[in-house]
């Protein structure tokens, strides 16, 4: 069954250094998507993909986090510098892109800054 | 804004327990709404939905009804089992573009023998 992969699965950092996280999305979803799940609230949005092109980051703290996707396909979410308020579960998620149609989520990346 | 707001945790309930989580939501327009699953250690799994008023998402023995009058999209399982144990989510989206999710904060189950 097709899933999207997330890597790494946990990362520990130390505050003031980067960090990134990768998504391999369902192949042939054209729409991708970055949250953030602090512990113990709901995702929140960072970022959504069409294709290569970024078409929402309203909620991407642009100072310090960056993503791309440069092929359309796979992408990467970086954080430079870290703070320990961006410890925090990191979820990708893709769909197909048309009318209705489901967003499916990976597992995530937990991210732990000290 | 658009917001979700869901009751707060955790529910602890005996095996067989009829289980009820409330939801309620503040949308401009008719929005889809959502209840997802996230199983300790995993990412989210969409449970089930429904895209306008007065329908009826089911699965897997959860039900919840889109009730625009009340602006309520509540989870039911008439009898829950110790597998059901999980952080239920209740998200609103759009059809147009329904990865884009406003979520609520999530409600922890917990089912006890």
């Known amino acids: 069954e097709a899933e999207v992969a997330q890597s790494p699965r946990y990362k520990i950092t130390e505050k003031s250094q980067a960090v990134a996280f990768w998504c391999d999305p369902i192949s042939g979803h054209a729409t991708l998507y970055w949250y953030r799940q602090i512990l113990g609230q709901g995702p929140e949005l960072l970022v959504q993909?069409?294709?290569?092109?970024?078409?929402?980051d309203s909620q991407l703290p642009k100072d310090r986090f960056s993503a791309e996707r440069l092929k359309g396909v796979d992408s990467t979410l970086k954080i430079q510098p870290a703070e320990l308020g961006d410890s925090a579960m990191y979820l990708c998620?893709?769909?197909?892109?048309?009318?209705?149609?489901?967003?499916?989520f990976g597992q995530g990346t937990r991210l732990t800054v000290v | 804004g658009d917001s979700v707001t869901q009751m707060e945790g955790p529910v602890t309930l005996s095996e067989e327990a009829f289980l009820t989580i409330n939801c309620t939501y503040t949308?401009?327009?008719?929005?889809?709404l959502f209840w997802y699953v996230q199983y300790p250690g995993e990412g989210l799994q969409l449970l089930l939905k429904a895209t306008k008023a007065d329908d009826k998402g089911s699965n897997k023995g959860f039900e919840a009804t889109y009730r625009k009058e009340t602006t309520s999209f509540h989870l039911e399982k008439g009898s829950v089992q110790v597998s059901d144990s999980a952080v239920y989510f209740c998200a609103l989206g759009w059809s147009s573009n329904t990865g884009k999710l406003i979520f609520g904060q999530g409600t922890t189950l917990q089912v006890k023998p």
């Open positions: 993909f069409q294709d290569e092109s970024v078409v929402d």
């Open positions: 949308a401009t327009g008719y929005p889809s």
């Open positions: 998620a893709s769909s197909p892109g048309t009318e209705g149609t489901e967003a499916f």
